[in-house]
């Protein structure tokens, strides 16, 4: 560990978190733990129906129980959730805060209560009489693309929200010309992101008209806009406050109902109120993940040369549009083509409309589902032509010199090195002395099986992201940030960073992030995108910073501003050490008598653009057994190496890999949101979903290599979504390695052993 | 409302509360919201997720399953009375020292669950860890740091060996 009050060094060092003091001791304040005096609790009643008419809603015993102060239906508050056209010609039904006649998904509120505790609003809700009549359901997207399908939403001739296309190079002359084409069929489950604090919201309103929100949220002041444009209500007197953020993993990016009616109820009643959801709740309203149905081609040459692709993604977006439903479905398409070079290829998205909680990002966002569709294909040609998947890899994988490189989808990648990655992972692995034990287990009559992944993990982007960096009057310096936390550590990385850059020790940095007020502008925390974007904004803004002290500190020295350089604290005159001023007297003198040409204060804003993403990359490695008797897999072995660039905090990143690969192993082998046909839910508890525990986690071994990122200050690449990315496809290619002398071509995750003991049993005859 | 609810008096850590209270009301939500110790946390509605977990006369116990009127008479610890002063608690500093949160809303029932797993089984085996926390959910961390921290702090409260 390197101690705090080293000067320099920071940036790669393992510093223990700045936040966790408050955190362990239980001193955080989380949306829930603001309490305001005269603070009222609200209450939703919610659709058990996953497709209905609304024929009526009574409402009078709930309005006349003790402690009510209102009750709201869709006929009193016409509010709308709103959502950006993301795809030219997609359709907008519209997403009302409270249902209007008709509910599109199982939770769907109706009516919403507001009452002086938390028990008397749930006890009036519970009061209020609704009837519905019942509407047919559909809840899996490429049956709702059937003929004769039940309309998701009644009001559309169709289930199609958008279609969207990718592509670059001549895909059919790819075909062909092809000497094999791999044909595959891949579905990723739909996942809840399950964020431990669930949801909440406090809405105060100001004596002056201003409004003061507390919201669990990922993105402050992008919700804060959208907040405005629910409520029509002017955005400069609106503060989102996101305190202590108790996880989110992309659930808390966009603007929810709830926010806006919790809101809504505190203008119109003029007194704060409070909403928390309970786990139910968040089950049946919070974005979920993944849920695409993906139908490839892959097109190559007979020595495994990749030459064209085809993918149609059948993307299930749910009932109601969120700001960012369409992310993931764009996200799959823009890296289709994986690290390889294919120089042809199609990507279609049909994104459909189903009576289920909206999706959305969560952890990947549409990457792992990319990486599971090229992995697998990648691994099923290897196997059908009879080459070695590692070969097959290696002809194809993007070479270090190509960087820049431009795929046929249009995107450019900055840097890599693949093959480095994938030589790392085999190494730590052992690898052939893992597949000699597979084959000696095979021989036996086990089913063992190795897989593996090489992926490319995107990160940053979503626009811009700002920093500021401010010297105090006593030198002290603050930082305020647009990358909000929710438990990333940013209190301590950017700390490190601002540091190392300033050359003070990190208990003289402040970082500040999450409130609107404070903070100039900002965009948020999701994506991988807080080290690259965020850490982009801070390191300029502090070399603005730096080059206007230059000024003062040339003045105070009577030098030269060309001839005074850093020195730990502060400045000198170069070649002259004993002539220094420290950071205190520079920024005594911005704040003092004005001198000439310069303008008072030390303060300077970046709002960081790189216009292009950060392209990290991995190789993952499994070693699994399936147990023939019950169809439980066992991971014997696990090999995650990431590459996120230059490394800011080594302790920060291997948690990122571990909270990502619990993730992945959840997806992998365990976790499902599941809807009967008629679309009632169910999985919608924890004691149904299945959340990896602490006896999941498997052997473990983490290895990186550091490709600096050429077209970043820093270097950095994102790295919160790498094990998510690779992992599940890692874990797959090894099933089916493991499956395969049976004849088993794919199986869908989650891999649980009911399913895989079924599908034994069948190809067993 | 307090007044109409059922007197009940509790110990929280160390000092003597008495309230009343509301028949159906949560020990959770009394410490919470009555009591103001919001260190305690709640992740769930089917006592599945640990978060609310504090020691009930020397148990670690989910404060969501149970009444605050069955705590009547009873002692209470909360992650807020493991520190003594600014000193923080073997095991919060064990968490700090080896990364073994991230968000932190899952930690303080985390850390009270620890605690008492040390408590009854002070050299507890990587196993022993990992099925001591089945009753706590973790998103961020996948739990790895948080085995290392209970290992960490075993180890410096004095247990003499922890093997794998």
């Not at chain 1, 497709?51 to 009574?58: E, F, G, L, N, V």
């Not at chain 1, 993105?219 to 804060?224: E, F, K």
């Not at chain 1, 303008?599 to 804003?605: I, K, S, V, W």
Request: aromatic share 6%.
């Amino acid at each position: 560990m390197t101690t705090q009050h080293a000067p320099s060094g920071l940036i790669g060092a393992s510093v223990r978190r700045v936040e966790d003091p408050v955190l362990v001791s239980g001193k955080g304040c989380f949306v829930d733990d603001v309490q305001l005096p005269g603070m009222l609790y609200m209450a939703l009643l919610r659709s058990p129906y996953p497709h209905a008419k609304i024929i009526s809603i009574d409402a009078s015993a709930a309005r006349s129980m003790p402690g009510v102060e209102a009750v709201l239906t869709g006929d009193d508050v016409k509010l709308n959730i709103p959502s950006p056209v993301m795809i030219p010609g997609q359709k907008m039904p519209p997403h009302p805060v409270l249902a209007r006649g008709a509910v599109h998904a199982a939770g769907t509120p109706v009516a919403a209560v507001v009452a002086t505790s938390r028990a008397l609003a749930e006890d009036a809700a519970n009061a209020i009489e609704a009837e519905y009549e019942a509407l047919p359901a559909v809840v899996n997207a490429e049956k709702a693309l059937e003929p004769g399908a039940p309309l998701a939403r009644e009001e559309l001739e169709s289930n199609v929200c958008y279609t969207a296309i990718k592509k670059g190079g001549d895909v059919e002359k790819a075909f062909a010309e092809a000497d094999h084409i791999v044909r595959m069929h891949i579905t990723s489950p739909r996942q809840v992101a399950m964020a431990i604090e669930p949801r909440g919201a406090v809405a105060k309103p100001e004596p002056n008209g201003d409004l003061t929100v507390w919201l669990s949220t990922q993105s402050p002041h992008r919700v804060r806009a959208d907040l405005a444009t629910s409520l029509g209500y002017p955005e400069h007197r609106i503060r989102v406050i996101a305190p202590d953020v108790g996880g989110g993993f992309g659930s808390k990016g966009p603007l929810y109902r709830e926010y806006v009616l919790a809101c809504h109820f505190a203008l119109k009643l003029k007194r704060p109120v409070k909403w928390t959801a309970t786990r139910s709740e968040d089950f049946v309203t919070v974005i979920q993940g993944r849920d695409q149905a993906m139908t490839s081609e892959l097109a190559l040459k007979r020595d495994g040369t990749m030459t064209g692709l085809k993918v149609r993604v059948v993307a299930n977006l749910g009932a109601y549009l969120c700001s960012n439903t369409a992310g993931p479905p764009q996200r799959m398409m823009a890296m289709a083509p994986g690290c390889y070079q294919i120089r042809n290829v199609h990507v279609e998205v049909v994104a459909v409309f189903t009576n289920t909680v909206s999706t959305g990002p969560y952890r990947g966002a549409g990457r792992p589902e990319s990486v599971l569709n090229i992995e697998r294909l990648v691994d099923q040609a290897a196997r059908e032509l009879g080459i070695d998947r590692l070969a097959i890899r290696r002809k194809n994988f993007i070479r270090p010199e190509q960087f820049p490189y431009k795929t046929a989808v249009g995107v450019e990648y900055d840097s890599g090195d693949y093959e480095k990655s994938l030589d790392e992972a085999l190494r730590l692995s052992n690898y052939d002395e893992i597949l000699r034990y597979r084959d000696a287990a095979r021989a036996r009559g086990e089913l063992v099986g190795v897989g593996v992944s090489t992926f490319v993990e995107p990160s940053g982007g979503a626009g811009f992201e700002s920093g500021t960096v401010r010297v105090e009057r006593t030198g002290e310096i603050t930082v305020l940030t647009g990358s909000s936390s929710h438990g990333q550590g940013h209190e301590t990385a950017f700390a490190q960073i601002a540091a190392e850059k300033l050359r003070v020790s990190m208990d003289h940095v402040a970082i500040r992030h999450g409130d609107t007020m404070a903070i100039q502008q900002g965009v948020g925390t999701f994506g991988s995108r807080s080290a690259v974007m965020g850490g982009g904004a801070l390191v300029i803004a502090a070399d603005r910073v730096i080059a206007k002290a230059r000024r003062f500190a040339a003045h105070l020295l009577e030098a030269s501003h060309e001839d005074i350089v850093q020195t730990d604290g502060g400045f000198a005159v170069a070649g002259v050490p004993e002539k220094k001023v420290t950071w205190r007297q520079v920024a005594a003198a911005a704040h003092g008598r004005p001198l000439p040409g310069l303008e008072p204060g030390l303060q300077e804003t970046c709002f960081f653009d790189p216009r292009r993403e950060a392209w990290g990359f991995g190789s993952h490695v499994a070693l699994i057994k399936i147990d023939r008797d019950s169809g439980e897999v066992k991971i014997e072995k696990l090999v995650l190496v990431d590459d996120c660039g230059v490394i800011i905090n080594p302790m920060i990143v291997e948690g990122q890999i571990h909270g990502g690969l619990a993730q992945a192993l959840g997806e992998a082998f365990r976790e499902q949101m599941i809807y009967g046909d008629d679309g009632e839910v169910l999985t919608g508890s924890l004691i149904n979903y299945a959340m990896p525990r602490a006896e999941l986690m498997p052997p473990l071994t983490l290895g990186e290599t550091v490709t600096p990122n050429p077209f970043h200050p820093l270097g950095v690449k994102g790295v919160g979504e790498a094990a998510t990315n690779g992992a599940p496809s890692a874990i797959a290619n090894a099933v089916i390695d493991a499956l395969a002398p049976l004849g088993i071509k794919h199986i869908d995750m989650p891999y649980t052993a009911p399913k895989i003991w079924a599908a034994i049993k069948r190809a067993e005859g | 409302m307090s007044d109409e609810g059922i007197k009940i008096g509790v110990t929280v850590n160390g000092v003597k509360r008495e309230a009343a209270v509301e028949p159906r009301e949560l020990l959770v939500y009394f410490l919470r919201e009555q009591l103001g110790l919001t260190g305690t946390h709640v992740g769930c509605d089917t006592s599945q997720c640990g978060a609310c977990t504090i020691h009930l006369n020397g148990c670690a116990v989910k404060s969501c399953t149970i009444l605050a009127v069955q705590a009547d008479g009873a002692e209470i610890v909360t992650i807020e009375g493991l520190a003594r002063g600014d000193a923080l608690h073997p095991m919060q500093e064990g968490f700090r020292e080896k990364h073994g949160l991230q968000c932190g809303y899952c930690t303080p029932g985390m850390i009270m669950t620890a605690v008492y797993l040390l408590k009854t089984n002070p050299n507890p085996t990587e196993d022993e860890i990992k099925r001591a926390l089945e009753g706590n959910l973790c998103r961020c961390t996948g739990y790895v740091n948080i085995v290392e921290a209970i290992k960490w702090t075993a180890q410096k409260i004095g247990g003499d060996r922890v093997s794998r």
